[in-house]
Nanobody
Framework: QVQLVESGGGLVQPGGSLRLSCVAS????????MAWYRRAPGKERERVAS???????NYADSVKGRFTISRDNAKNTTYLQMNSLKPEDTAVYYCNAVLRTRLGGTTLYSYWGQGTQVTVSS
């Protein structure tokens, strides 16, 4: 079994900052890609940022220059530092990991966290 647990969401004023964390635990052999997605009310899920095992990041245009993704491979953890937050960043943020399990050989599996609410409002 593999679990992803996010933390760090909350209410913040426009222009403020938040840092999200996601810890993956369980029978993990290696994590290929970790990513953050978000879903705002009435909108489709959007990939916000992703980071490969060698820490190469990729960002959605809407967050470039404001958000920074990082990861700690030793802790199976990824972080999303969100600065200059805007009301349109309001959404539930989900962590995703594409990984190999100890019993799964070379097969890649995708796991999701339960989500954490981020609300940007004055």
């Amino acid at each position: 079994q593999v679990q992803l647990v996010e933390s760090g969401g909350g209410l913040v004023q426009p222009g403020g900052s938040l840092r999200l964390s996601c810890v993956a635990s369980g029978s993990i052999s290696s994590i290929h890609v970790m990513a953050w997605y978000r879903r705002a009310p009435g909108k489709e899920r959007e990939r916000v940022a992703s980071i490969t095992s060698d820490s190469t990041p990729n960002y959605a245009d809407s967050v470039k220059g404001r958000f920074t993704i990082s990861r700690d491979n030793a802790k199976n953890t990824t972080y999303l530092q969100m600065n200059s937050l805007k009301p349109e960043d309001t959404a539930v943020y989900y962590c995703n990991a594409v990984l190999r399990t100890r019993l799964g050989g070379t097969t890649l599996y995708s796991y999701w966290g339960q989500g954490t609410q981020v609300t940007v409002s004055s």
